[in-house]
């Protein structure tokens, strides 16, 4: 790739290799009528790109969403970004509409990064609140490029094939590409599933590197038994993502005719790989070493002791490539960052003697919708403990560890569809749920149970202090076994029974004056005398708060609705099992039924001059 220490930027690497060799072929689109890009047509895209940003107003430090698949326009947009110095902000195409909201909202607070600051941000997470995204300066930016072109064996004839277009948060995807394009490489945009087709590419293209996620590698070496085509120009197929079962990995010779590497990449910065020297056996069962003798590794047990070697437990990792934080996010930063500055990876495998790290369960995030079809999912019926599926040879999927998810703020809702204002002379709010048995059942899931009985607190008191009516509905604690349909969300026997299970939670304690219903359905107006008692108190809208997000709220939700009551739904307030089942209920209530707002804004509402706030 050449020197880094007179290149300062990744457009400073590019500019190199328009300089060596402006008429070498860098990008290539195979699909219906062949086209190729040299670095320098690629340059000019980059330079048209970066005038067009400017004239609306794109200047440096600024920070631009940039979501789009790999392509040529994908590459401009980075490139223009950085040689105008701004932030791109990367999100893959795969991940949700409401995740690249909320990235957009988030990065759009706050003043631009200084001249010495950001280089790049990447997201490493999609689910609900704050997002996580992963900060890299310049020089951060060039050494992940760097260990990736080592990783890939990246050189000026290299010909790689990006099979996968949408990966929605992993270490595959754009700084792989990125590094190919450095080191003088070619890249073949042909995205597809389906070997047969791909291998078409490879014979065409003379592809000579491509990387692959474990259960598409396990295609590959099924479907090259049979193919027709010519395969003999491929080189190295990387496999990287999760485990690799060593019986899939020792067919990959045989099979494709090329040299398996075996990498362990996290977005946050590590990447171990297998290199020639490590032996063969080594090759097949590792995912080598990490890129830096600085780099350390360590394997925790579920309480967080250090395991010896060679004992599997969560694998932690903590050196140069390694950021220390995410941007401008504590809360995630104490959940997947130790107090001593190791990345919690959420793989789960071991160490061996020689230093190489073995993955057993890896982090995996699975297919998401396109970008452009909008997805309907179904609530699943509440139950303790979700299934999980069988996994497909070669990809074991990992259970992450389990910590409470980020409450959404303000800037992350969905938008408001309703128009409505919350008037406190108008306003009931409604609790449900909030007894310490669900508390305590969905605290040992995701659920952020400290934020949401905080919350809880502050709008009930709110409430009280201007004479908002306090109704609190809990459903039934006994149910016939034989009555069908889903069960309760958590059944009163078991450990947490009894009078304590039972009673509310310390915050929102009911008081002489509040209302407590008992609901025999997941609404709290089926077979209750809620709607009666919004009339006698003369009220037309109701604040929920509680739990659960995609069944108890969501469901309340739309019979207020039904019954033309605004229902204003507290979405740092509620919570549930899953990031999802949260954000699922936010996105269906502001599509259907609701106003979806924030504790700030009811607590404003709630001011002592009752004033009004608008909905979110």
């Not at 291998?199 to 293209?205: I, N, R, S, Y």
């Not at 990959?252 to 790989?273: D, H, I, M, N, Y």
């Not at 990876?345 to 071991?350: L, M, P, R, V």
């Amino acid at each position: 790739m050449g020197s880094d220490a007179s290149r300062h930027t990744l457009d400073d690497l590019l500019r190199e290799r328009v300089e060596r060799h402006p008429s070498r072929v860098a990008l290539v689109d195979p699909a219906g009528a062949r086209r190729a890009w040299t670095f320098g047509e690629l340059d000019e895209r980059v330079r048209r790109c970066a005038a067009r940003l400017s004239e609306r107003g794109v200047g440096r430090g600024d920070r631009v969403v940039v979501r789009l698949a790999g392509s040529p326009d994908l590459f401009a947009q980075v490139f223009a970004l950085v040689r105008l110095g701004a932030v791109p902000v990367v999100v893959p195409p795969g991940v949700r509409e409401s995740v690249t909201r909320a990235v957009r909202g988030f990065t759009a607070e706050g003043e631009p990064s200084g001249p010495d600051g950001l280089a790049l941000l990447q997201l490493a997470g999609d689910g609900v609140g704050v997002p996580r995204l992963v900060p890299l300066d310049h020089p951060g930016l060039l050494r992940s490029v760097r260990d990736r072109t080592a990783a890939l064996g990246a050189d000026e004839e290299t010909v790689h094939l990006v099979v996968e277009p949408e990966v929605t948060v992993g270490a595959r995807g754009l700084l792989e590409w990125l590094a190919v394009l450095c080191a003088g490489g070619r890249l073949v945009l042909r995205h597809c599933s389906d070997p047969d087709v791909a291998f078409g590419v490879v014979a065409a293209e003379r592809v000579t590197h491509t990387s692959l996620p474990p259960e598409l590698a396990v295609r590959w070496t099924q479907a090259a038994a049979i193919t027709a085509y010519d395969l003999s120009s491929l080189r190295t197929l990387v496999v990287g993502g999760g485990a690799f079962h060593e019986r899939v990995a020792r067919r990959v010779r045989p099979a494709l005719g090329c040299t398996l590497t075996q990498v362990f990449g996290t977005v946050e910065g590590l990447v171990s790989w297998t290199r020639p020297d490590d032996g063969f056996e080594a090759r097949m069962t590792t995912q080598g070493r990490p890129a830096s003798a600085d780099d350390e590794l360590r394997v925790v047990d579920e309480e967080g002791r250090e395991v010896p070697v060679g004992v599997s437990g969560h694998v932690l990792t903590r050196g140069p490539a390694t950021v220390r934080g995410y941007w401008r996010s504590p809360e995630h930063d104490t959940c997947f960052f130790t107090a001593d500055g190791f990345h919690r990876t959420g793989a789960h495998g071991h160490v061996t003697d020689t230093g190489h790290v073995v993955v057993e369960r890896g982090p995996h995030a699975p297919a998401r919708p396109a970008a452009s079809v909008r997805a309907v999912r179904p609530i699943p019926a509440p139950r303790s403990r979700p299934t999980r599926p069988q996994p497909s040879e070669g990809h074991t999927e990992m259970t992450p560890p389990m910590f409470p998810y980020v409450m959404p703020t303000p800037a992350m809702l969905p938008s408001d569809r309703t128009g409505w204002s919350l008037d406190p002379a108008r306003a009931a709010l409604l609790v449900l749920n909030l007894q310490n048995r669900f508390v305590r059942a969905v605290e040992q899931q995701a659920a952020p149970v400290t934020e949401l009985l905080a919350n809880a607190r502050r709008l009930v008191a709110g409430a009280r202090r201007v004479g908002v009516p306090v109704i609190h509905s809990v459903p039934a604690g006994e149910r016939r076994a034989d009555s069908g349909g889903p069960m309760p969300y958590a059944r009163p026997d078991g450990p947490w029974a009894g009078a304590e299970a039972e009673s509310f939670a310390a915050q929102v304690e009911p008081r002489a004056g509040d209302t407590v219903l008992t609901a025999r359905k997941y609404s709290a107006f089926a077979r209750t005398r809620l709607d009666g008692r919004l009339r006698e108190l003369e009220r037309d809208q109701v604040v929920i708060l509680g739990l659960y997000a995609r069944a108890g709220v969501l469901m309340t939700a739309g019979d207020a609705w039904a019954q033309d009551i605004e229902a204003f739904v507290v979405a740092d307030a509620v919570a549930d099992l899953s990031p999802g089942g949260h954000e699922f209920a936010l996105e269906w209530v502001a599509d259907t039924c609701g106003s979806v707002t924030a504790t700030d804004r009811v607590m404003t509402a709630f001011g002592a001059d009752h004033s009004t706030a608008e909905a979110v």
